[in-house]
């Protein structure tokens, strides 16, 4: 089966935004744990607690977004 021109560019780009959403929301996890530590004075924020969140929207993401911008989305396929 052939790919349109560009198929493996489109691919990698897509895997790179992935890549980028799942930095960026951990961002956001890290951004809560700090404001966390300086406003309430929480000091032990345990690091399993933190990987579990990370893993947990890691996956999120690669379920609910990775399948399109891998190229596997229904909008990507060709006609029959």
Do not use: C, N
């Amino acid at each position: 089966m052939a790919q349109p021109a560009g198929g493996g560019s489109m691919k990698l780009l897509g895997l790179l935004f992935l890549v980028v959403w799942v930095v960026g929301l951990s961002g956001v996890v890290a951004g809560l744990a700090w404001h966390a530590y300086w406003l309430h004075g929480v000091t032990v924020i345990r690091r399993q607690f933190l990987a579990e969140i990370l893993i947990l929207i890691a996956l999120l993401s690669l379920v609910l977004y990775g399948p399109h911008f891998v190229g596997l989305g229904t909008l990507d396929r060709a006609a029959p």
